[in-house]
């Protein structure tokens, strides 16, 4: 009897558990303009390499997107440093950056 060569499985619907990037800003001072400059930049590193692609539409929308994504986390990490002065800082020291979808 012939070995039975394994079939092929696809399951669809399922994704895989996207990958991240965090981007620390533990040491910056975001109660000032310049720190809050130095953690744009370093969000924007961190976005460019989490969407790499030789298409430049690919890489360009996935950019806008995870950008996108990311602002709310860089507006309340800013926001909560200029206003919780006097509280215990509970809140994340980093931005997470999900990759492309």
Not at 26 to 43: A, H, N, S
Not at 83 to 100: A, D, K, Y
């Amino acid at each position: 009897m012939p070995a039975e060569e394994p079939s092929e499985t696809i399951i669809y619907g399922q994704r895989p558990p996207a990958l991240t990037r965090r981007v620390s800003y533990q040491d910056l001072d975001l109660r000032t303009k310049t720190g809050e400059r130095q953690l744009m930049r370093r969000v924007t590193a961190a976005v460019v390499r989490a969407c790499p692609s030789d298409s430049v539409l690919e890489k360009h929308h996935c950019r806008n997107q995870a950008l996108r994504r990311v602002r709310p986390q860089v507006k309340q990490a800013v926001y909560n440093a200029r206003n919780m002065t006097g509280f215990v800082r509970l809140t994340s020291t980093f931005i997470t950056i999900p990759e492309s979808e």
